[in-house]
């Protein structure tokens, strides 16, 4: 099929999809995800995407079958992913261990990846055709838990496309199944055994939440869904070292030093965020972000080798009108508190809602999810053609709520410099006025007290929208 945008058409050319099952025996049994693994808000399929250059190293080798055959050996280890899910009492999911296997397509494309640009980074033109939904194949429960598809460019480099079911895994885990996949490829042994252990995040009896969880609220839709879907626009920001130092500059001195990068970036998101939408002064806006629970006071609960999902959704609220006029470390602060709270208890506390609460969807009227998707490694895999040139989401506003979530991801920009993208997916209008707030905070505030010569150099004017 022939796919455009404005700057890039080619060709797509899929063979039919085949499933891959486990390239040797696998138990049949049936396996009960956590209770952080079934809520709502992870009830979908994530679309990433690898980019590879070609490798003179590799002689020519066909990256499709090398591929394939990785993955059925992979999934010996991490057979559940080889299942189908099914939806037990009370609306718990387990995983059916059927080994029936994974959907794999191979395809080429008349592009060289040089086509794509110097900054690779979402939207990507014609992801559709690159991650092709097999019909059939979108749904929850019965349905094939990973889809792949790897084309072949002209150039002889190759893209490998893929969608999982969140519930199966978050990024990381995913990311530790791809590894195996890698190291099968290149020959070796997967260096980190997979661990299922989701009993280690299941309700206490009886449930007995600690927290408010304000991020599940039932929040009544009476002013219209968060973003309408008429005349959206996808564009992606790039931050790079000089920024983030810009951004950092508008926040209280006693902030400065003591907030991380994801903090200063999703507090300076919401407020510009919330200013773009111009809703009303009294409605309470959130901004929801995900929290990974490993090594974060609570490694003695999960174990290296865990791949279920390990997350935690805390929600910073404010009202608009003091969002929007107030300096952008109130926004900051409020994000720093509430990612602060989670712990052990925490995590504890969210599975023991969830079976209290009926596995409810964190709350998208009016809100916002930030992920910070940097560490987590999608441009690290090496399947033998070196490590990708990007790796990660397809775009912004993924899942079941278009432009409710976005991320923090590594990139770098036409010049080479190293940084990191936010996509984001908000209609036209709301979209010229974010880079016109963004735009505000990525100018440094100017420190008076400075010599003349150094006040200069700060207003020099910092490109932030790529």
């Known amino acids: 099929m022939a796919c455009s945008t404005a700057a890039l058409r080619f060709t797509v050319r899929r063979k039919p999809a085949v499933l891959v099952p486990p390239a040797g025996p696998t138990p049949s049994e049936m396996k009960r995800l956590s209770d952080i693994d079934d809520q709502d808000g992870l009830r979908f399929h994530v679309p990433v995407v690898q980019l590879f250059r070609s490798n003179a190293a590799m002689g020519g080798l066909d990256p499709a079958p090398v591929i394939r055959a990785a993955v059925a050996r992979a999934l010996v280890y991490y057979y559940p992913f080889a299942g189908r899910l099914r939806e037990l009492e009370g609306r718990k999911l387990a995983v059916d261990c059927t080994g029936e296997g994974v959907l794999f397509t191979e395809a080429d494309a008349d592009v060289r990846l040089d086509h794509f640009g110097d900054a690779l980074h979402p939207p990507f033109p014609c992801i559709e055709e690159l991650v092709f939904d097999v019909p059939g194949s979108s749904a929850i429960l019965g349905t094939p838990l990973l889809l792949l598809q790897l084309t072949r460019l002209a150039c002889g480099g190759f893209i490998l496309a893929m969608r999982w079911n969140h519930t199966m895994a978050d990024g990381q885990g995913f990311v530790q199944f791809l590894n195996a996949v890698a190291e099968l490829a290149r020959g070796a042994a997967p260096m980190v055994r997979p661990v299922w252990g989701r009993e280690l995040l299941q309700a206490r009896d009886p449930p007995r939440p600690g927290f408010a969880h304000r991020e599940y609220d039932e929040v009544p839709d009476t002013k219209g869904v968060i973003v309408p879907l008429d005349d959206m626009a996808h564009r992606s920001f790039f931050f790079g070292s000089g ?11 006693s902030l400065r030093n003591r907030t991380t990068t994801f903090e200063v970036l999703t507090g300076c998101v919401w ?22 629970a490993r090594g974060r006071k609570i490694g003695a609960v999960i174990p290296e080798g865990y791949y279920g999902n390990a997350l935690a959704f805390p929600a910073s609220i404010a009202t608009a009108g003091d969002l929007c006029a107030n300096p952008v470390s109130y926004a900051v602060q409020l994000v720093k508190k509430a990612k602060g709270e989670v712990n052990v208890e925490y995590m504890r506390s969210v599975a023991d809602f969830m079976v209290q609460r009926g596995r409810p969807h964190f709350t998208a009227v009016r809100a916002f999810l930030m992920s910070d998707m940097t560490k987590i490694g999608f441009d690290n895999v090496d399947f033998g053609w070196g490590k990708p040139v990007y790796g990660g989401p397809t775009k912004g506003g993924i899942g079941a709520i278009p432009g409710v979530i976005s991320f923090l991801l590594r990139c770098k920009n036409a010049k080479e410099e190293d940084g990191t993208v936010v996509p984001m997916f908000l209609p036209g209008p709301a979209m010229d006025r974010f880079a016109e707030e963004m735009a505000k905070l990525t100018r440094p505030v100017v420190d008076v007290a400075a010599p003349a010569w150094q006040q200069l150099d700060m207003c020099r004017p910092i490109k932030s929208a790529l």
Do not use: G, Q
């Not at 920024?243 to 001195?253: I, N």
């Open 243 to 253: 920024e983030v130092a810009a951004m950092r500059s508008h926040l209280e001195p």
């Open 271 to 292: 407020k510009c965020h919330t200013v773009a939408l111009a809703p009303d002064a009294d409605e309470e806006m959130r901004m929801i972000f995900v929290v990974n």
